[in-house]
């Protein structure tokens, strides 16, 4: 399901093309997000002992397994990506910055320091899947850490959201009572227009999205850290409400691609703006019905230029 949800983002933003909005910097970050996460199911399938039992095989034999590596690098690198969209969730602007290279330039980073936990760190859930057992404590120690790390951020961010909310509450209700009703009447114009601003996934920073991103981020690591600590000092077997806590660690890392793709699709904008834009980019999605219409008013405008002298 993760696979086949991504094949239809990157072609969603294939077929919107400049349209997605890559001048916005947690678009691009979004993009780069999808793409990785497409990547990694593909990558999560050929190591599933279903499919390709060779290669849990290779693992076992040897824990710096390529595919392995590779596998944990896109996992750390998802990771970081994440937490940097929570970070924009709570300090981004509303509208749409026009800088490119800074969401190239976050992405990248993302990339290069997601080598470290990869090379150093045991990705999750590839131990359970593989039924792989680590003489080697230490890099079972570091994946606590990082997963304890990733915790405190998304807690230390989610405090400064609601910090953040709370201050702006507190300036509306300011300003409110501060206002008469003539200030009232002057500020609707700029309210609707900043209403009409958001309806615009070009124009808009996608806080819904973001918002879902979010939510199901601090679930995922909040269990990654109960379930490392546990495989790390062996407090438990695979058995149990510990096999519940895992599988739910499974589901959350492994259907990252699913609930992007359906959070995206039902975004308070991007739905409207795809089904506007994409008769106009590919023509191929231009109803017979359209093409009539389109026909006869160009037919009729025609018509009256030649009665008109």
Known sequence: ASLCCGVLFLLAVLLLRAHWGFQCPTKQLVFWYGGTLTVYAALSLALNPHVNASACEEYNANSHFAWVVVFAWLQSSAALMLLVLQYMFVYGPKRSPHRPLTGLGIAGACFAIGLLPALLAVPNTINEVCEHNHHNKLPLRLNVAWSILKLAA???????????????????????SESDGTDREDSEGPDSEDTEDRSDWYCSVPHSLLLSLVTMNAVKVLTQVVNAALVSFEVTMNSGS???????????????????????????????????????ICPLFYSSKDADDTGSVLNQFALQTIEDP
């Open 154 to 176: 998304v807690a230390v961010l989610a405090v400064a959201l609601g910090i953040a909310r709370q201050r702006k509450d507190t300036a509306t209700l300011e300003s409110e």
């Open 242 to 280: 510990f096999a519940s806590m895992l599988m739910l660690e499974t589901i959350l890392e492994h259907s990252q691609m699913v609930i992007l793709f359906v959070s995206l699709f039902f975004s308070e904008n991007f739905t409207a703006y795809f089904s506007l834009k994409l008769p106009r």
